[in-house]
């Protein structure tokens, strides 16, 4: 089967237009009559070969991009689908019917194969939890634990826009923060690019300037010229080094140091503090729309603790989970270990208190995406000037070391 876009006129007399699945443009026409769908037009849609291929499971036609279906899919894809399903049984539209729906209207070829097969697995009977269970490359624990609740509580359409609202929302974070990496880090390799192309190419040839007039150089001069001599006579010994260091280290921070060094990272000035409070924010809205979507505490603790980064606060929430499970606050617990700030264990215990948990941690996530925000910008805006002067020094050391004793070898030459 492949996908049909058409347009018609509808039962009611307006105009229509979508996609439907169809064997040919005849049996497409066919399936929208009994509809009541007068059929203007039928074509195959952009993407129909790639969708005949996600239908049938077989095989995939030369048309398909392989790397996007082997790439994965995008948070921003399952946002959407999770919204637009969310409307669907809004509508009083059944959930096999919902997913049959956005079966046949997704040009997505990663995210259509595993939709097909959910599709076919809720037709058969399976709980529309266990069927998205079986994709967890695609809906993670998180995802499941929610659409479970869901079902169970019948509120499963309000439960879905929380969770495409909250996608959203991380989505947003996570884009801010990695906006702000871009311009360091581009700064950053054009520099250290800039830098290298005059040490391995300019240095050398004034060197031979230098050498043949045999005088003495000046300290800053001599460190440039050993510099470059280095770097050009050990080049590939110096990149082994380098890439040998770096893997160590991953494996350090990956393995045993793991634990030290992301202490060691919120310990940092400015980028420890940023790191916390991102970590807060995301644990926070991540708790508020498990609890709110009636996912019990210690399973919502235990999915939550895997948003964190950071090993560190993942054990603090994790020894939180079990003081709750002896009977202890939330808020006392989070604020014993010391790793989460006063004011959202503060507002964490006001909640508790009220019976508003949900609310307050929404209203904790809220503040520190705010405040994420603006640490951002102030930390991008206080970036781009310190990289352009330590480039701008770099270059400056560089040129003055060359400069200098080719004015004192003119001085020496005019007297």
């Known amino acids: 089967m492949a996908l049909y876009a058409y347009k018609g ?3 009611t007399g307006k105009a229509v237009s979508g996609v439907k699945d169809g064997d040919s443009p005849k049996g497409v026409r066919a399936l929208l009559r009994k ?4 059929v203007t037009s039928v074509e195959l849609s952009k993407g129909g070969a790639q969708a005949k291929a996600a239908s049938t499971g077989k095989g995939l036609s030369k048309e398909v991009d392989l790397g996007a279906i082997f ?7 399952v946002a959407n689908f999770t919204r637009q399903l969310a409307t669907l049984l809004r509508s009083g539209i059944a959930l096999a019917e919902s997913l049959n729906t956005l079966f046949e209207q997704t040009d997505n070829v990663r995210l259509k194969i595993p ?18 269970a079986k994709h967890p ?27 495409a609202d909250f996608l959203d929302s991380s989505q947003k974070l996570k884009g801010k923060v990695q906006a702000a990496m871009v311009y360091p880090v581009i700064m950053m390799i054009v520099g250290v690019a800039i830098i290298a192309i005059m040490m391995v190419l300019v240095i050398p040839e004034i060197t031979k300037m230098f050498r043949s007039q045999g005088k003495t150089l000046p300290w800053n001069t001599r460190l440039l010229i050993w510099s470059a001599d280095t770097l050009r006579d050990h080049f590939l010994l110096i990149i082994l080094g380098w890439a040998g ?15 030290a060094w992301h202490r060691f990272l919120l310990r940092v000035p400015l980028v420890g503090d940023l790191s916390r409070k991102i970590n807060v924010a995301r644990f926070s809205r991540t708790l508020s729309t498990m609890l709110t979507a009636g996912v019990p505490m210690l ?18 929430v994790d020894d939180a989970k079990q003081a709750v499970t002896e009977g202890e606050s939330l808020a006392v617990t989070l604020k014993r270990s010391g790793q ?20 307050m941690l929404e209203r904790v996530a809220t503040t520190y995406e705010n405040e994420v925000d603006m640490r951002l910008t102030r930390l991008t805006a206080l970036l781009e000037p310190l990289m352009l002067v330590g480039m701008g020094g770099s270059v400056a050391f560089i040129v003055f070391s060359i400069l200098q004793p080719i004015m004192s070898l003119g001085s020496f030459g005019g007297k």
Request: aromatic share 6%.
């Open 245 to 259: 260091a770096i893997w160590g280290f991953r494996r350090w921070i990956k393995g045993s140091g793991r634990a």
């Open 137 to 163: 490359k695609i809906f993670d624990e998180l995802y499941i634990s929610m659409v479970r609740a869901g079902e169970v509580a019948g509120n499963l359409d309000e439960v879905l826009e929380r969770l």
């Open 9 to 11: 006129i509808g039962p």
């Open 340 to 359: 989460f700030p006063a004011m959202m264990t503060h507002m964490v215990a006001v909640g508790e208190r009220a019976g508003k948990l949900e609310d």
């Open 299 to 316: 399973r919502a603790l235990d999915t939550a603790k895997e948003i964190l980064g950071n090993v560190v606060l993942r054990k603090a």
């Open 35 to 38: 509809d009541g769908v007068v």
């Open 115 to 132: 939709l097909g097969e959910v599709r076919s697995a809720v037709n058969e009977g399976s709980a529309f939890a266990e069927a998205l």
């Open 71 to 77: 790439g994965g899919v995008k948070k921003a894809d």
